[in-house]
Structure formats: C-alpha cells, structure tokens
C-alpha cells in the first residue's frame, strides 16, 4: 500500500462506505468509493452486534476497492458517538524560558489537556466504570499566550501559555468491537476519530466557525451534533435515536420486515403518491403517501424534539443555522419539524 494513500471507512449502522484518495497540493483527490448495506440489523444504534457479519461487509467493501487501488491495509475509522461523553478541559505552559514556541510545544499542551478530561473523567460519580472509557477524538477550542486568544502558537514568543479543548470518550466496547471487526477482514486501525468531528471538519471550514452553526449528523442509528461559535468547535453531543426509529415504526404498524419497511420509508421523499408494499403474511398493501406520513409524523416530531433538546444543552440558545446531513436527515417532514423545535425559520 503507497504510504501516500488515505483508506477510510465509514461503518455506519445501516451501511459501510469506503473511500480511498490522496493528499494533494490542492486538497484530498478522491479516486476509488464503494458501497455495501448491511443485509440485517447486525450494527444498531452505532455499535456491533454481530462482529462476522460487519467483517463480511468490510472484506467486500475492501476487496472491491483493492481491485482498482492495490493491496490495502490501514484504514481510517470514524466512530459514531454511542454513550458519547465529551469534557472541556485546560492545561498550561510556562513559556517564558522556552524561546519560540514550536508545534512540539502546542502537541505537549494538547497532551496535557487529554490528561486532564481523562482524570476528570476517572474522578466523576455519574459514570459507572469511567476506566472502560477510550478517548477517540479532541477539538482545539482556543489557544492563548499571555491572555490574547491565538489560532495557534507556533512561532510565537511569551511567557504563559494555555490551551482549552473539547475531548470526547466513548466506551472500550464500541472501540473493540470495531478493531475486532476490521481485523477479522484483514485491516488495522490506523487513526481513530468521531463521525461528528470527521464531518465538520469537511462542511465547517476554519472560515465559517465564526457563526454559530449547528452540524447534525442524522444516522440510522444515532444523530450526532457539533456546534460551532466564536472561531470554534464548542461542543460534541450525541441523540441514541435516528433513521431506524421511523423504520421501525412503519414496520410495526404494517408488519413489514425491516428491509421492507426501510424501502418504504425511503419512497415517501419520491413522487409517488400511492405506495404498494408487501407485509411479512403475504398481504399486498396499496396505500397513499399521506396515511404513511401521517402514521410516521409523531416520531419524526419526537426525533425534531431530541435533537433541538441537544443542540440547546450544547449551545444554551438555538443556533444562526442548522446543517442537516447524513441518510437520516432525508427523512420527510424532518427538517420543518426541527424548525419549530427549535423556533427557526425553516429556511435556516
């Protein structure tokens, strides 16, 4: 595998996306994707539940992009934020013996504040087990240096500096079951990182962190958040209820398999009026658009609520914007459920 080249994969809960590229003078160049779902449910709510499986699906995905990209071996992973906990925390530097601060300086400073979430961490009462916790990915909130607020600190000269950051820790078992998975179809891991923190890094650009925006990640099995304010990523969040909620609400009201119930759902963003299904005792159903809609709207509403109740916990009012992405964020009538959730123009 050219050392140059980047492999990663996204292991979602009802697909696993794969993409290879490499780093250019201009940017990622992008020259081999695939993608497999997952025939049943063995991933849900994010996490694994049936290791063999999920390997299966990754030596596919894998297999396939080799045939146009060579032998791969490390991959990149984005984990989602199942039982997500997230910690801001400080540490400090006397600097004033250090000359010009380098990146080893700012590295040294990052360090030091993941111990400390991760002491923090230990030292809490409202987790159970807080050692079973992996630390997967951190955000710089701001650098300072002598109490003025820098993007960065290398090249610099003073005498104290300080850094704030945003660490996020998921547990050992998500983590495991990932590593479990990709060596089964022949990966390691090469670099951990949260699903929110890997997608604002691509849809919020340094440039627009000035506003305050709010990134959701709406899955099958989790909607993940990210706010940014102030130049900033400021806060991470996770809502255990997604896509697979109003699948499963279709497929209890018209005892449909899951897959079945997932096809439909995916049909009521079409055209089609008049939608004809068939239920798990061989019952042919012709029904309209407008009865679905109707049968699915209160979950969709509660979905709206949950993520508002996130994105307020996270940023205390609603934001300037809100950024829908992911599979789940097609989910009809989302989008302007979550505008009165959060009391926004649905424009916005």
Known sequence: MDKNVLFALDIGTRSVVGLVGKQTAT??????????????????????????????ILKSVKDRLEKKT??????????????????RATAELDASMRGVLSSEDERSLELAAIQAAQQMLAASASIPNPASYYCV???????????????SLTGQRGKHAAIELIATFLPRQVIDSLQSALATAGL?????????????????????????????????????VAITRNGAVVGYGMVPYAGDEITEVISQQYILDFTVAEGVK?????????????????????????????????????LAQLIASQIITLNAVAPQAVLLVGGGALTPMLPDALSQALDMPAAR
Do not use: W
């Not at 990915?137 to 993007?151: A, E, I, N, P």
């Not at 009026?273 to 061989?282: A, E, N, P, R």
């Open 27 to 56: 940017g990622l160049e992008l020259f081999a994707y695939d993608r497999q779902e997952h025939p049943t449910r063995s991933m849900m709510d994010g996490q694994i539940h049936d290791v063999p499986e999920v390997a299966q």
């Open 70 to 87: 060579g032998p791969l071996k490390k991959v990149a992973i984005a984990a989602a934020g199942r039982a997500l906990h997230t910690l």
């Open 137 to 151: 990915g951190y955000s710089v909130v701001r650098f300072s240096l002598d109490d003025t607020q820098l993007k």
């Open 188 to 224: 390691e891991m090469d670099t951990l990182t949260l699903e929110p923190i890997a997608a604002i890094n691509v849809l919020i650009p340094p440039t627009m962190r000035h506003l305050n925006l709010a990134l959701v990640d709406v899955g099958a099995g989790t909607s993940d």
């Open 266 to 302: 995916r049909q009521l963003s079409g055209k089609n009026k008049k939608l004809s299904f068939t239920d798990v005792l061989g019952i042919t159903h012709k029904l309209s658009s407008a009865d679905i809609l109707a049968c699915i709207m209160p979950q969709v509403a509660e």
